[in-house]
Nanobody
Framework: QVQLVESGGGLVQTGKSLALSCTSS????????VGWFRQTPGKDREIVAA?????????????EEAVKGRGRFKISRDAAKNTVYLQMTNLKPEDTAAYYC?????????????????WGQGTQVTVSS
């Protein structure tokens, strides 16, 4: 069983950066695709970023900053540390949400929310204006 544990959430001001971490107790997450989802009350959970087990496939949420070459969400993983990271920069109030780490055996299924095998408990990110 993979038990995902997120950390790094908190309260930050607009324009600041925040890094979230996801690790596991029990079995390691290294063999799994891992994604970060976020959810606000009353809305569906949405994918923010995903990475395949070996890092060869990556999805990071696009917005107007990404179009300009300044993507605000960067996902990475460190197998030696059994950890997946989500680096968020230039945060905006609309980024306020509960952020969840998720793991699955298939990257595409995870990326499109078709199948997630394991969820973390979530960590709150609040961006003040």
């Amino acid at each position: 069983q993979v038990q995902l544990v997120e950390s790094g959430g908190g309260l930050v001001q607009t324009g600041k950066s925040l890094a979230l971490s996801c690790t596991s107790s029990g079995h390691p997450i290294n063999p799994y695709a891992v994604g970060w989802f976020r959810q606000t009350p009353g809305k569906d959970r949405e994918i923010v970023a995903a990475i395949s087990w070996n890092g060869g496939l990556i999805y990071e949420k696009d917005d107007e900053e990404a179009v300009k070459g300044r993507g605000r969400f960067k996902i990475s993983r460190d197998a030696a540390k059994n950890t997946v990271y989500l680096q968020m920069t230039n945060l905006k109030p609309e980024d306020t949400a509960a952020y969840y780490c998720a793991a699955g055996t298939d990257y595409s299924d995870l990326r499109y929310g078709v199948r997630v095998d394991f969820w973390g408990q979530g960590t709150q990110v609040t961006v003040s204006s």
